[in-house]
């Protein structure tokens, strides 16, 4: 069964750091390009961030402030891709998912498999 599954998600007070991880299962993620996606209530589900498969270069939303704050990064080898989030803010707080292979461009939440998400919460 191909899926992802992630971990690291906690609570956290503002200015702290977590380390989220996504593992994949079923099939080798290396050639395709994965990102994380977050949703907080009430809202819509919005891009974080993306890595490609082939040079790792790295996508980080525009509208929400985390470049600079989250580090994107993978190990093909391993199957893996995690998030680093660094001086985190109440407004970080949300579910947080992996996905892997855009249909269309990195941005869209379009991909073709998605983990489970992860629980974030950033107290003041």
């Not at 993620?29 to 490609?52: C, L």
């Amino acid at each position: 069964q191909v899926r992802l599954v992630e971990s690291g998600g906690g609570l956290v007070q503002a200015g702290g750091s977590l380390r989220l991880s996504c593992a994949g299962f079923g099939r080798n993620f290396s050639s395709v390009t994965m990102g994380w996606f977050r949703q907080a209530p009430g809202r819509n589900r919005e891009f974080v961030a993306a890595i490609s498969w082939q040079y790792g270069r790295t996508y980080y939303a525009d509208s929400i402030d985390v470049e600079g704050r989250f580090i994107i990064s993978r190990d093909n080898a391993k199957n893996t891709m995690d998030l680093k989030m660094n001086d985190l803010k109440p407004e970080d707080t949300a579910v947080y998912y992996c996905a892997a292979d855009p249909v269309h461009t990195v941005y869209w939440d379009d991909y073709r498999t998605w983990g489970q998400g992860t629980q974030v919460t950033v107290s003041t």
